[in-house]
């Protein structure tokens, strides 16, 4: 059996810089193909191919940083082509998923580009050391993948023992394993390995507290060449959502970094950083989350949710608003608003404004 899936898309994204006397504007056409492949009852074949065509006075502002960015491909294999590019237009095509998987009982062997999702909370996940997503790449559902052999035994309807290992573009390897299992309600799971120079070990979970949601996950890394010199490193997630009777949905979440900053933590340009790991999902010592959705009617649902650093005082703050057209048409909107003074965590990045009209088919 044979199956195809995908969509296809138009975005346009205008960006407010507190230092430039203009806006930047990108626009482009995305489209997603999902191929799926089932030979046998035990075997299956899957590929995932985004092609992207962008232009605007965006690619010329940051020209060819930007460019670069977006055709750099940090798998063990380079699958990412850019195929046409100008310092105002690119074209580009990317498979983040090319994998086969093979199934036996309770055996589930998986090769190839995939997604290793050991993450659990919703924003920030310490425990997901393979292919970390990026909070404000928010247009990219599907998550990147990983170069990668992971092989799963279920020893359990709640439980199993997962073994992971995987390549990157420096052919730097990580590696680990995985044993997940059920006690009490709540979903538990703690993991061990490498991640390309730090030997690491972590745990999460994943319950309720009465009505409410409520996860965590912590993940402590330290270099195996100085492991006898260094402290190391620990990351640390906790959140809790729940719905009230009338669909408001609410979430909130908190990161601790032990080697973050309590000062000014603008270190890197988060939102354009495609190569993140979970010791760089902040360079504060902590940020907090909040959100909250609503369905305004069955067709609108209205977000609003805000990222603080109480230490350098600054705050990112993203309205959006999505109406479902038809059964497989949707017009987005959303706001990524940044303040705080330059040099602060979600300081001088302005405000940035997009809007997407996507079919799926």
Known sequence: MFTASGFLEYTNTSWDLPQSEQWSELSGAYTRINLNWYPSSNFSMHAGIRNNFIYGSMLTDFYPF?????????????????????????????????YFKWTLDKFELTVGRQRINWGINMVWNPNDIFNTYNFFDFDYV???????????YYTGDLSSIQLAAKLNRNKELTAAILYKFNLLNYDFQ?????????IV??????GQVGKAGFTGEATYFRNAKTFADTTGQLVASVGANYTFKNSIFIN????YNSTGT?????LSNFFLNNNLSPKTLTFSRFDLFAEVSYPISPLIKGDLSTMINPNDRSAFFGPSVDFSLTDNLELYFMGQLFLGKQGAEFGNYGRIIYMRLKWSF
């Not at 909130?252 to 990161?255: D, K, L």
């Not at 309590?262 to 603008?266: F, Q, S, T, Y």
């Open 262 to 266: 309590l000062g000014k933590a603008g």
């Open 66 to 98: 930007y460019t670069q960015i977006l055709t750099s491909d940090n798998g063990f294999m380079d699958l990412t082509f850019k195929l046409a590019s100008d310092s105002s237009y690119l074209l580009l095509s990317n498979t983040d998923r090319l």
């Open 252 to 255: 909130g979440s908190f990161i």
């Open 190 to 198: 703690f993991l061990g390995g490498i991640m390309n120079k730090d």
């Open 142 to 152: 599907e998550r990147p993948g990983s170069d990668a052999i992971l092989l799963q």
């Open 201 to 206: 070990a972590g745990m999460g979970w994943a």
